[in-house]
């Protein structure tokens, strides 16, 4: 029997030869391959040639950057009292409401500004990126769509009387509302004449077309009263009767940031601004940032191709650039003075052992 199970045993072979896998090139790792040999010349030349890519890359960065045109004056401590010395008291002033918290500022041009001229208040930490500040929204309510349900805006959903608050939740309630009214009296030495600020699309225009219903009107909405159970921090007041899709000011905050130095665009210049010509800005300094140790700044700023100020990526490329021409430079010094043939058989560990028996001998 034992002879008869094996010359019946196909199946059990058969069964075996099953589980081998298809031979295939790719499963035997047969393809063919390329490794590259670092030779140096090729180390030279791939150094030299990143250098000569990020060199120009840098430095036609840095100089669009460096023809943006930027006035940056901070205000939120000018705009107090020089006897308001503590924390505590710079917040009691400006929950104040009974104060009249308005401030002037003078902006002196160091250059030609094209326009159009670029409004930014610009605040510092202010952490927008807090999970919790995030999701205060409802999404569908600013669409104007059916609305199943406001937890994600508690405590900010309803008034203590339990009616629905339009717009919802901390993002809305803390609306900048700090306002600039540009040379109102003109009394500084070479001022310019009055100055008109657009405030229509400043918003992306994404953000006005999709995100916000044009039938939604903000209902119920705190107002200005910086001492009210809704209103503590100074957020601003909205116009019921205009639609939130109009209210590009709330749709510009609505779109948090990442970092808590942020900056967010206020308004639009649309005329030339002169170097070394003066603008008087009637600041009304409202906005709490005091309780938590922020700053606010006022900026006036063109742009390049590249878009606003900043030197980091001319100065990143101009760096690498530099560190692999220097490399390059030291890589081609030490092959100079230390050449290598490729392949040479002489540097196996072998022979130089013989070689050396062979000398001692």
């Not at 999709?210 to 209103?231: E, I, Y």
């Amino acid at each position: 029997m034992n002879g008869a199970s094996s010359s019946e045993g196909g199946p059990t072979n058969l069964m075996k030869e099953s589980k081998k896998p298809k031979y295939t090139k790719f499963t035997q790792q047969e393809l063919p391959a390329c490794k590259p040999l670092l030779t140096p010349g090729w180390v030279m030349a791939t150094f030299m040639v990143v250098g000569i890519i990020f060199i120009p890359i840098g430095a036609v960065t840095l100089l669009a950057s460096n023809s943006v045109v930027e006035v940056v004056h901070r205000y939120d401590l000018e705009c107090l009292p020089s006897t308001l010395a503590t924390q505590a008291d710079r917040v009691r002033y400006i929950q104040d409401s009974s104060i009249d918290h308005s401030c002037t500022v003078t902006l002196n041009i160091p250059k030609r500004m094209e326009p159009p001229v670029y409004v930014y208040y610009e605040l510092t930490n202010f952490y927008q990126n807090h999970r919790r500040y995030v999701k205060s929204r409802n999404d569908q309510q600013l669409r104007g769509d059916s609305v199943s349900s406001l937890d994600a805006c508690k405590p900010l959903a309803t008034t203590p009387g339990g009616q629905t608050i339009v717009p919802c939740g901390l993002i809305a309630w803390s609306l900048f509302n700090d306002t600039f009214l540009f040379n109102p009296t003109q009394a500084a030495p070479n001022a310019i004449g009055s100055i008109t600020v657009e405030k229509t699309g400043i918003a992306w225009k994404s953000d006005v077309t999709s995100k916000f219903g044009a039938n939604v009107k903000p209902q119920n909405f705190p107002n200005n009263d910086r001492t009210g159970a809704l209103g503590w921090i100074g957020g601003a007041a909205l116009d019921p009767s205009k639609p939130l899709k109009e209210a590009e000011d709330l749709i510009v905050w609505m779109r948090t940031a990442a970092l808590p130095n942020f900056r967010k665009l206020w308004g639009k210049i649309n005329q030339q601004l002169e170097a070394n010509q003066t603008i008087t800005v009637r600041i009304s300094n409202v906005y709490n940032t005091y309780t938590f140790k922020g700053s606010k700044k006022l900026v006036l700023s063109t742009t390049s191709w590249l878009g606003g100020k900043n030197s980091f990526l001319g100065i990143a490329y101009l760096t690498v650039g530099l560190i692999c021409m220097f490399l390059a430079l030291v890589f081609f010094l030490i092959h100079l003075k230390n050449p290598r043939p490729l392949g040479d058989t002489s540097y196996l560990s072998w022979n130089r052992k013989s070689a050396a028996s062979n000398s001692r001998s």
